[in-house]
């Protein structure tokens, strides 16, 4: 018996009003307030700001596809919501070393399937000793690559979580998102 799925995903209750500008709103308040209240060391609305932000950016990031595919906002309003999904999703991203957790995930994963083709001696060698080897140098090997773009998204968030960005990117996401409220756009005053 075959199984078919007929139904897709629907994402355009991400694309209908209002979710675009009230994502866009919320978004913009949430930058501002991380930028000017997050960073005290007596706050934590900081790790508050930044949990609702990174779920907040996840969920922008998904309805900057659907409004892409469904063309439903102009290209301008499309990229107020994937600079400002990405300023939230980013912030607690950079913390964790993506490079050092690939690595030993793809280390990890190409010991286990050379485990299962490999006899228990080559070349008179213990099997233990080569998926050790395979491990540290397909480990090694992505950790090099990956640490190229760990330091690319470092960069990236480090710019994006500068207060004066964060302010402006936020504000213009507040602007925009009134504006769809009003059937209007930034780009359109212009």
Request: charged share 10%; aromatic share 10%.
């Given at each position: 018996?075959?199984?078919?799925?007929?139904?897709?995903?629907?994402?355009?209750?991400?694309?209908?009003?209002?979710?675009?500008?009230?994502?866009?709103?919320?978004?913009?308040?949430?930058?501002?307030?991380?930028a000017?209240?997050?960073?005290?060391?007596?706050?934590?609305?900081?790790?508050?700001?930044?949990?609702?932000?990174?779920?907040?950016?996840?969920?922008?990031?998904?309805?900057?596809?659907?409004?892409?595919?469904?063309?439903?906002?102009?290209?301008?309003?499309?990229?107020?919501v994937?600079?400002?999904?990405?300023?939230?999703?980013?912030?607690?991203?950079?913390?964790?070393?993506?490079?050092?957790?690939?690595?030993?995930?793809?280390?990890?994963?190409?010991?286990f399937?050379?485990?299962?083709?490999?006899?228990?001696?080559?070349?008179?060698?213990?099997?233990?000793?080569?998926?050790?080897?395979?491990?540290?140098?397909?480990?090694?090997?992505?950790?090099?690559?990956?640490?190229?773009?760990?330091?690319?998204?470092?960069?990236?968030?480090?710019?994006?979580?500068?207060?004066?960005?964060?302010?402006?990117?936020?504000?213009?996401?507040?602007?925009?998102?009134?504006?769809?409220?009003?059937?209007?756009?930034?780009?359109?005053?212009?």
């Open positions: 018996m075959r199984v078919q799925f007929s139904h897709v995903v629907d994402l355009s209750i991400l694309t209908g009003e209002p979710a675009p500008a009230l994502a866009l709103i919320v978004g913009g308040i949430l930058s501002v307030a991380i000017l209240y997050g960073h005290l060391d007596d706050s934590y609305l900081d790790e508050v700001g930044t949990v609702f932000a990174f779920i907040l950016g996840i969920a922008m990031l998904v309805m900057a596809y659907a409004l892409w595919s469904e063309k439903v906002v102009s290209t301008f309003t499309l990229g107020v994937i600079v400002l999904a990405l300023t939230l999703f980013l912030k607690p991203l950079r913390e964790i070393p993506w490079a050092g957790v690939v690595g030993a995930v793809v280390g990890g994963v190409a010991a399937a050379a485990s299962l083709f490999l006899p228990s001696k080559v070349f008179g060698v213990d099997e233990w000793i080569i998926l050790v080897v395979i491990f540290l140098v397909v480990g090694a090997i992505v950790h090099t690559l990956f640490h190229f773009l760990e330091d690319v998204l470092a960069i990236a968030s480090m710019v994006l979580d500068w207060k004066p960005v964060m302010i402006i990117i936020g504000l213009v996401s507040l602007v925009e998102g009134i504006l769809l409220l009003m059937g209007s756009s930034i780009s359109a005053l212009f």
